[in-house]
């Protein structure tokens, strides 16, 4: 059932074009110590069962019964489990919109505001109000990004996702149904602000 949402998640992300090129990846917590993550170099368009394993919440597989290795970017989503029991899905996708809005964030947050579709992000139930979303740098580090998305979460928890520039989205809820709503909610955002800006509007 985990995987099977894994699969459809995958499915409907890749008709999107969001997860070009065998990019992104995706988790769903299974308790409050293991996770399912997507594994390293799948179409995520085409995922099966046996391109996922568990993992603890240090990103280490639970058990060496695959010859597949955990993406890379696992670190991210177990740091994400850690921080808050109330995250239960975590899509990384390497959109368009996202890498080109990430790219010209000139602080190290994204603000939104006055979209109807901001409703869409759990708590918020107005347009009229200005969301902002973390922007971090891009590093091959993982331990490293890890590390100041913890440090960022200490000074105020992170809602709905953040941005690692010219790279992508990290989207989270607390089920895979919440996280592709999200995930759903934020690329319109996206393309919203950048359609604005390309016509010099805000
Ligand atoms: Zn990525």
Redesign the pocket.
């Known amino acids: 059932m985990y995987a099977q949402q894994i699969i459809d998640a995958g499915r409907w992300i890749d008709q999107q074009g969001w997860c070009p090129a065998t990019?992104?990846?995706f988790s769903i917590r299974l308790n409050s110590e293991t996770a399912l993550v997507t594994a390293s170099g799948c179409h995520k368009g085409h995922l099966s069962e046996q391109d996922m394993l568990e993992v603890d919440l240090s990103g280490q597989p639970k058990a060496d019964v695959s010859d597949r290795k955990p993406s890379a970017?696992t670190l991210l989503h177990t740091r994400l489990y850690s921080l808050s029991s109330h995250i239960g899905a975590v899509l990384?996708t390497?959109s368009v919109a996202s890498t080109v809005l990430s790219c010209l964030a000139t602080h190290d947050w994204l603000e939104l505001s006055g979209y109807e579709m901001q409703k869409s992000l759990a708590g918020n139930t107005t347009h009229d109000e200005t969301i902002r979303l973390a922007v971090f740098d891009n590093t091959q580090d993982m331990s490293d990004l890890a590390g100041q998305v913890s440090e960022r979460w200490m000074d105020e928890p992170l809602n709905w996702g953040f941005l690692?520039s010219g790279?992508?989205l990290y989207a989270w809820g607390k089920d895979m149904q919440e996280a592709r709503r999200h995930l759903e909610g934020l690329e319109f955002l996206f393309a919203c602000a950048l359609e604005m800006r390309r016509m010099g509007a805000r």
């Open positions: 990019g992104g990846n970017e990384h390497h690692v790279h992508g």
